[in-house]
C-alpha cells in the first residue's frame, strides 16, 4: 500500500490510561502532521513534524499530549491520563516536505478514539 | 490568526445538477494556498482542488471548479455533474506560505447530500 496508514482504526479505553496512536507515512516524505476531529467539526492541528523533530507542536492541547517520530518516518501519538473529552477521531498526514505550503498532504483514514 | 468558515452545514443537490459550497477565510497574508478537501465516511480526507492565491486563474479539476475572490477572502467550489459517489463532508482548509507553520486551517465543514 502506497498512502498513509494508521493504527489501530478504533481504540476504547477507560478514564485515565495511557494510549497510543501509530502513524505509517508514505514513504519518502518528511513532513508529518497529527491532526484531531471532533465530531461535527473540522480538523484541527496538534503537530507538525520534519524529519525527526517536531518543527510546531503549538496544536497539542495540554501536556497529557505528546508525539515521536524517532526515525522520520512512523510516528507515535501518545495520550496520558486519557480523559472523556479527548474522544475524538485522530488524523495523520503525511507530504513531501518541502517548502512553500504548495504541497499536497495525504491523510490516512484516522483511528477513532472512544474514552469511557 | 487565520480563519476558516463554511456557512452551509448541510447542502442537497440532484444528481447530474450543479451545486455550489460556499467558504470565507480571514488572514493578513498575501500569499497563501487553498484547498477544498472530501471526506466520506470512510474518514480518509481527499485533496479535490487547489489554489495558490498569487494565481488569479481559478482552479479546475474536471467537474470541479473553484471561485476564488481574493479581495472578498472569498473560495467557493463548484461541482457540475453531480454524482452518487459526490456525497461526502466537504471541507475548506487554508495553509500558510512557507515559514514554520506548514499546517491546514480546515472549516467546520458542509454536509453534502446527492438525490438520485
Known amino acids: 500500500g502506497a498512502g498513509v496508514s494508521q493504527t489501530p482504526s478504533n481504540k476504547v479505553t477507560e478514564k485515565g490510561k495511557y494510549v497510543e496512536l501509530r502513524c505509517d507515512p508514505i514513504?519518502?516524505?518528511?513532513?508529518l502532521y497529527w491532526y484531531r476531529q471532533s465530531l461535527g467539526q473540522g480538523p484541527e492541528f496538534l503537530i507538525y513534524?520534519?524529519?525527526?523533530?517536531?518543527?510546531?507542536d503549538s496544536g497539542l492541547p495540554n501536556d497529557r499530549f505528546f508525539a515521536v517520530r524517532p526515525e522520520g518516518s512512523v510516528s507515535t501519538l501518545k495520550i496520558q491520563r486519557t480523559e472523556r473529552g479527548d474522544s475524538a477521531v485522530y488524523l495523520c498526514?503525511?507530504?513531501?516536505?518541502?517548502?512553500?505550503?504548495?504541497?499536497?498532504?495525504?491523510f490516512g483514514p484516522g483511528t477513532r478514539l472512544l474514552v469511557l | 490568526a487565520q480563519t476558516v468558515t463554511q456557512s452551509q452545514p448541510e447542502m442537497s443537490v440532484q444528481e447530474a445538477e450543479t451545486v455550489t459550497l460556499s467558504c470565507t477565510y480571514d488572514?493578513?497574508?498575501?500569499?497563501?494556498?487553498l484547498f477544498w478537501y472530501k471526506q466520506p465516511p470512510s474518514r480518509q480526507m481527499i485533496l479535490v482542488i487547489r489554489?495558490?492565491?498569487?494565481?488569479?486563474q481559478n482552479a479546475t479539476e474536471n467537474r470541479f471548479s473553484v471561485n476564488f475572490q481574493k479581495a472578498a477572502k472569498s473560495f467557493s467550489l463548484k461541482i457540475s455533474d453531480s454524482q452518487l459517489g459526490d456525497a461526502a463532508m466537504y471541507f475548506c482548509?487554508?495553509?500558510?506560505?512557507?515559514?514554520?507553520?506548514?499546517?491546514?486551517?480546515f472549516g467546520k465543514g458542509t454536509k453534502l447530500s446527492v438525490k438520485p
Open positions: 489554489q495558490e492565491a498569487y494565481k488569479q
Open positions: 498526514a503525511s507530504s513531501l516536505g518541502g517548502s512553500g505550503g504548495q504541497e499536497t498532504q495525504y
Open positions: 514513504s519518502g516524505h518528511t513532513a
Open positions: 513534524f520534519q524529519g525527526t523533530g517536531a518543527a510546531d
Open positions: 482548509a487554508y495553509r500558510q506560505l512557507g515559514g514554520s507553520q506548514g499546517n491546514l486551517i
Open positions: 488572514t493578513s497574508e498575501s500569499d497563501y494556498y
